[in-house]
């Protein structure tokens, strides 16, 4: 894995990119920095409690891979303890740890790193109450929240900008408007935003099961309390790069018969096997200092809801990322 990664820390000086695009080169060229430190695999968990194949929760390993004292001006950040994982863990980790190699000259506050621990539940100096965190609370709640949780925070904190492409619904009845349409697959893997995108930017996709599995949950936005409804099937990622119509990507990749052997890796799919994605790209990392606002017990409403309780148009999407069109 470190090899492929190298090889992309090389050529990512090299993407073209459009009159008046944004690119920050020392942020990317960190983020990729950060994922070379992370162990491979290391076990997929998504589960509450250890068990036999896990001495240790998800949770409990973000836990211990954030170390900050009461003392402390920043945290150091410990990929070997952050394992197992799953997708949003992996994400949210590997941002901490580009932070951390990206500020040098110790630009983020001690409030906002503070404010960036992942409050799980877990008694320590920082957390007295043993808080926890649901999607949309705190930091750590919106980067693991459901939909664009990640993407939320880059537009709340102003660190960089999002964009979106979405393929449409398949079925009639997830279908937001009468006209709405299901791309071909020419159409959709030709779709602009593949050559917008570059390697180190934050990319949640939602799967299409469409063919697979007959499901149109790629076309959801969050969960919703219907059991009979089509609910988010999504993966929080890294992008890494195109290569034809193969997208590349790393992250904690999951779930299967094995969990232990799964985990932080390379990833690859389709451009078809994906029916809506968002691209989070950091261009002012040091605007992460804003996170002095997003207090542990700060509610994102939008992203809470999505938590079982009601889904997204892609329009309040939008509005959300601070997409204008």
Known sequence: MKRIISLLLSICTLVNLSAGDKYNERWQNAILEAIKSFPERGGYYTGGRPNDVFSKTTMRGLHDAFKMGVNDSRPEFDPMEACPSFCSSATYAVLIKAL?????????????????????????????????????????????????????????????????????????????????????????????????????????????????RGKDCGAIIGCNDDRTADQEAGHSVIFMGCEGDTVTYWSSNGPGKNPETLGISIGRCHKTAIQRVVFSRITRPEKFNNAVRITPKSVNQYLFDLNGRKHSTTAELKKQLKIKK
């Not at 750590?140 to 660190?159: D, F, I, Q, S, Y």
């Not at 959709?188 to 299409?208: I, L």
Request: charged share 25%; with cysteine.
């Open 100 to 212: 951390l190699l990206w500020d040098t000259d110790g630009v983020i506050k001690r409030e906002a790193w503070v404010n960036m621990k992942p409050y799980v539940g877990i008694v320590d100096a920082l957390n007295p109450e043993g808080i926890g965190q649901d999607d949309g609370v705190g930091f750590w709640g919106r980067a693991n929240a459901n939909g664009p949780g990640l993407g939320v925070l880059v537009a709340e904190l102003g660190v960089g900008y999002n964009f979106t492409a979405y393929r449409g619904a398949k079925t009639q009845r997830n279908k937001e408007t009468l006209t709405e349409k299901y791309m071909s697959d020419a159409e959709w893997c030709s779709q602009e935003v593949w050559n917008h995108a570059t390697p180190g930017a934050v990319m949640k996709r939602f799967w299409n099961r469409n063919e697979s």
